[in-house]
């Protein structure tokens, strides 16, 4: 099984809507990261989060990471087709110094 | 500031055949790691290295893969022989170090190698 586990592993939605991706671990988490890749493409580093409860924001962009360090989430809001792609989710786990990542969530905006 | 560069972004090889990736990571970045990323899956690391000095390499197929990074900065990963299943797109990423106490720092990504294996 998955150290990391995303969900949904695709979402399909409206521009305009909102979204929102999990990523959960069933370990402590000590270091999250979230990165957007395009089909093809290296991966393009958006948000970090470290202490329990943290949440950051960039333009339309929120990542949260819970009190627990076990579950992080990104929201989106009102979607735009720029924000098309897939999500990763990388992460520390119980402080091995390396980065695991999730299985990525594929983000399609129709228009 | 120029990011992590990798060539070339395309291969195609028959299998049992031979291929090399080079990457050149962020100027100053002292981590550099190689991944594996097969179509559908997140990317799983292969080897990190701190300045020339390998970290990690537990998750490298060692009897096809090597990697080395002579002098600290550029790096090179080669497959030999080459099997169907390493079809997968192959990236490089870079830190500046591994650690601020418990915490990796934040790796930067090249745009990848996509290899497809005949």
């Known amino acids: 099984s998955q150290e990391l586990e995303q969900s949904p592993q695709s979402l399909i939605v409206q521009e305009g809507k909102n979204l929102t991706i999990n990523c959960t671990s069933s370990?402590?988490?000590?270091?999250l990261y979230w990165y957007k890749q395009k089909y093809g493409e290296g991966l393009i580093f958006l948000m970090m989060?470290?202490?329990?409860?943290e949440e950051k924001s960039h333009e339309k962009i929120t990542a949260k990471l819970d009190e627990k360090k076990q579950q992080s989430s990104l929201h989106i809001t009102a979607s735009q087709p720029s924000h098309a792609g897939i999500y990763l989710c990388?992460?520390?786990?119980?402080?091995?110094?390396?980065?695991?990542f999730g299985q990525g969530t594929r983000l399609t905006i129709n228009p | 500031e120029a990011g992590v560069a990798q060539s070339p972004r395309y291969k195609i090889i028959e299998k049992r055949q031979s291929v090399a990736f080079w990457c050149n990571p962020i100027?100053?970045?002292?981590?550099l790691y190689w991944y594996q990323q097969i179509l559908g899956q997140g990317p799983k690391l292969l080897i990190q290295?701190?300045?020339?000095?390998?970290?990690?390499d537990s998750q490298l197929p060692k009897d096809r893969f090597s990697a080395e990074r002579l002098k600290g900065v550029d790096s090179t990963l080669k497959i030999q022989p080459a099997k169907l299943e390493d079809s997968a797109v192959y990236l490089c990423?870079?830190?500046?170090?591994?650690?601020?106490?418990?915490?990796?720092?934040?790796?930067?990504f090249g745009p990848g190698t996509r290899l497809t294996v005949l």
């Open positions: 990423a870079s830190s500046f170090r591994i650690t601020s106490g418990i915490i990796t720092d934040t790796q930067y």
């Open positions: 370990k402590t988490l000590y270091g």
């Open positions: 989060l470290q202490k329990g409860g």
């Open positions: 290295f701190q300045n020339n000095g390998v970290v990690d």
């Open positions: 100027s100053g970045h002292a981590t």
């Open positions: 990388g992460a520390d786990i119980q402080g091995a110094q390396k980065l695991v």
